[in-house]
């Protein structure tokens, strides 16, 4: 039997025995009707199990020939307002970070606005590129909604439609990217590849944004300052045990939105930095920022002077921040009151026009800093970070480090051999040196100590220099660390 059947694919053949005699009809309608009277015989004369099987290898023949496509269209503007999809903006991102575009045979268009680092490759109009992820394809393409189609773009309000608009500047026609996908991989385009192309694409933003630096003046956050300190968790040295746990826990919190609403808790998280001056705290803060993404609030104690301004303080955070008080043992006494500083004059200018006064009410206290940290306060902004520091943790109350105020606790201490040699990588390029075998005896044996401030300072003066120079001083300073002289101060940071 041998006959021919047309799909929407295309003329497919099959080949088999004989000829039926139905075939000799030249009359295409009979020739449909033989074979549905083919069908209802054999339904009739072959049991049910051997139907079942014969459909299932039926089945299988055709699938790879049953795999129709899906289409999503992804239009460049939001069908009810008109504003720009924000969907489309991160799929136009996704696919040039992903290298999808720069790996299109045909012309894209690379464009590069001032504000942004990098050359953005965009698919042009009838480009189709394909897509790979978890083994599933996908083809993305770039098509222009016509202005007689029914779609929702051209149904756009009047007026719109070609204007110079903050979105689509100039363009008379709007864009959409048509996402293709074979139809067995629906779900799995709805329920993870466009959660990825999401994550990829934001992910992306969040790297490349740039970071600002507040400072309180009293009550009020100054303007922002472009926050560009170099420090990494790559350029910190220090144990590797705690830096990875840091950095686990910083990756824990930024992905836990949806656990700390499931327990109820407010999405953040407090750490306390301690140890001796020079050991690292302040670049600390800068790596997680720089991890993070996250912009630093530093919030000077001593400078408010109510409980109700540092609340408003919090208050103006934004949310993905850090707020950092340094040196907290230095702005809050035992009693928890804030050591007594003098108004600025401008507060008593202000109290005496009779406005609402920063000093007629008490200092900024304990209870009040516990407060803004997380009582009710602390819900306005979410996905923050509290940063305290101190160099000496044994002066703070313990009500202000308790666990689930201080989630952790990071213990910046003095150089180990581990952290030195890290530092000689960075600083001078290489992995040993004849005088590290002293170095260590000194460190590991002798239990001298030596600031990473300490260490960096010698290295520094040996980057262009002699490396033994630099050894020999950092020897000389370990040496002076066990030296019994009460007036060798073994930090000698400055602090
Ligand atoms: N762990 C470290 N890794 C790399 N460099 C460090 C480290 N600790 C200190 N330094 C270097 O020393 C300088 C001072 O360190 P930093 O200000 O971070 O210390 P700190 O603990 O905050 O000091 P303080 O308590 O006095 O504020 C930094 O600019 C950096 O160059």
């Not at 222009?144 to 070609?162: A, F, H, L």
């Not at 952290?419 to 990588?425: A, G, H, Q, T, Y």
Request: glycine content about 6%; aromatic content about 10%.
């Amino acid at each position: 039997m041998a006959f021919e059947m047309f799909t929407s694919r295309g003329k497919m053949g099959l080949a088999g025995g004989q000829r039926p005699s139905a075939m000799a009809l030249q009359d295409s309608s009979n020739y449909l009707l033989s074979w549905v009277g083919y069908i209802l015989l054999a339904r009739t004369l072959i049991p049910p199990e051997i139907q079942w099987v014969l459909k299932k290898i039926w089945a299988l023949i055709m699938r790879p020939y049953t795999c129709f496509f899906c289409i999503f269209h992804v239009y460049e503007r939001n069908v009810e307002s008109g504003r720009v999809n924000d969907l489309f903006k991160l799929v136009e991102l996704y696919l040039d970070i992903s290298g999808l575009c720069k790996e299109a045979d045909q012309v894209v268009l690379a464009t590069k606005h001032k504000k942004e680092k990098n050359i953005l490759y965009k698919l042009t109009g009838r480009q189709k590129v394909e897509d790979n992820y978890k083994g599933v394809k996908v083809w993305w393409s770039l098509s222009k909604v016509s202005n007689d189609d029914d779609s929702p773009q051209t149904r756009e309000p009047i007026g719109r439609r070609g204007k110079e608009t903050k979105e689509g500047k100039g363009r008379d026609k709007a864009a959409e990217f048509v996402l293709k996908m074979h139809k067995k991989d629906k779900q799995f385009v709805m329920t993870e590849y466009l959660d990825h192309v999401i994550a990829e694409a934001n992910e992306f933003k969040r790297q490349q944004k740039e970071l600002k630096l507040f400072a309180n003046q009293h009550t009020r956050w100054s303007k922002s300052y472009t926050f560009k300190h170099p420090s990494t968790f790559e350029t910190l040295a220090m144990d590797p045990e705690l830096k990875a746990a840091v950095k686990a826990d910083l990756d824990n919190f930024r992905k836990s939105e949806e656990y700390f609403r499931r327990v109820g808790r407010a999405w953040k998280r407090g750490y306390l930095l301690y140890g001796p001056p020079g050991t690292g705290k302040s670049s600390m803060i800068a790596a997680m920022a720089n991890y993070l993404k996250y912009d630093v609030y530093d919030l000077e104690l001593t400078q408010v002077y109510s409980n109700d301004g540092l609340k408003k303080l919090f208050r103006d955070t934004c949310s993905r921040s850090i707020v950092v008080i340094e040196d907290i043992d230095c702005s809050l006494n035992l009693a928890g009151k804030r050591k007594n500083t003098p108004p600025p004059p401008q507060d008593i200018r202000e109290l005496r026009r009779g406005r609402r006064s920063l000093i007629s009410q008490e200092n900024v206290t304990l209870s009040g800093l516990l407060n803004s940290v997380d009582g009710i306060w602390s819900c306005t902004t979410e996905e923050r970070i509290i940063i305290f520091t101190t160099n000496h943790v044994e002066k703070l109350d313990p009500a202000l480090i308790r666990p689930g105020r201080m989630d952790m606790r990071i213990h910046m201490s003095y150089c180990s051999f581990h952290s030195f040699k890290e530092l000689v990588r960075s600083y001078l390029s290489i992995d040993w040196h004849p005088d590290f075998d002293e170095i260590r005896r000194l460190m590991e044996e002798e239990h001298a100590l030596i600031t990473p401030a300490q260490v960096t300072e010698r290295l520094f003066e040996g980057v262009h220099g002699d490396p033994t120079a630099c050894m020999r001083a950092v020897i000389d300073a370990l040496r002076g660390s066990l030296n019994p002289n009460p007036n060798f101060c073994a930090d000698d940071s400055g602090n």
